[in-house]
């Protein structure tokens, strides 16, 4: 399959790196089963747009967005009363749902499955017998996959990327001191004009021992913060980057340039109406009216609190089959390089782009609306006992 543009309007472009590796066997087994046709190598890689100009014109319009978890019985009954065991894995953040296959969820236990990501942040599905097809169908439900310009993907399924960290280290070399794979705490796609929603990870081939993936809640991160200091950041706004630079076509000598969106420092999810922070440190680069020693001050403490409390973190060690879905819209992740690329771990994810994101001052917390403030909080909000 020749390389190409995501776009056809995209006309100056480079091509993409050939590098490629043995796919371990539980992935070839798995694509060769979806009838992936790998006879012309893997993955397929697209033409890389070459000028900053091309990449922002992608999904640059206001695009038909509706939250399926809006939909949902509030009970979530016939996704849950399915299942044959759901665990909680904290208190904050990380639901584990047995005995269900997700490529034979009704209409019903799909909206539900996106009000119980929106509620509970990061859903765990252990295995999975999944193809990318499926995968792809599956998050086609919760808003428009998004189809990257550059990433590796599945050959035939423009939107199934490819997540192969041995691969990635051919690209960008990676040791103990400067791990590789997704090690660094960030978001997914929040410079979209619509950034990401729902991702759906599936891994066909984990590691041993290690290779763990973190989230880490935005509803409790954003509860962290002292009632003065909330209103310090409630409204705000702040520039938030592309994890893959361009040239600009009318300055290419200046060097590679980020794509750059404004979006609010909080905002609120429209399935659940609750407030929640949203910065990582890896993408969010200043907020918009402070200058950049303000702004740095607030960013790093805000990035602190998200990375530092771990009672509202869920660190969960991946099996062979294993799906996870998560709201980018209220989580941060990092997935852990530990094993070092001394074994394989491949997997294919889907990314559903969700609404323009928003704020709105009467919105409540996760806490307060579910009645989980304790004493010292209530005080602090003058909230009646």
Known sequence: MAPAPILDSIVDTIEPRKETLPLPEPARQRLLKAGIDLSKGYPYRPSVPLYLQDVYKIRNEERIYEEAGARADKSKKNLLSAATKVTDLTTHIGIEIEGLQLKDLTPEQRDELALLIAERSVVFFRNQDLTPQQQKEL???????????????????????????????????ADFRRPG?????????????QPAGITHLHNDTVPPTGGDTLWASGYSAYEKLSPEFRKIIDGKYAVYRSAHPYLNRENPDAGPKYIERTHPLVRVHPATGWKALWVNRSMTVRIVGLDKAESDVILNYLYDVYEKNVDIQVRFKWTPGTSVLWDNRITIHNASWDYGGRHPRHGTRVTSLAEVPYYDPNAPTRRHALGLLDNQEKSELGVAE
């Not at 794979?181 to 004009?193: K, P, T």
């Open 139 to 173: 998050g086609e439900w919760f808003g428009e996959v998004e189809v990257h310009p550059q990433t590796p993907q599945v050959p035939g399924i423009p939107g199934v990327t490819v997540i192969w960290p041995d691969l990635f280290t051919l690209e960008r070399p």
């Open 181 to 193: 794979g997704a090690s660094n705490w960030h978001s997914d796609l929040v410079h979209e004009r």
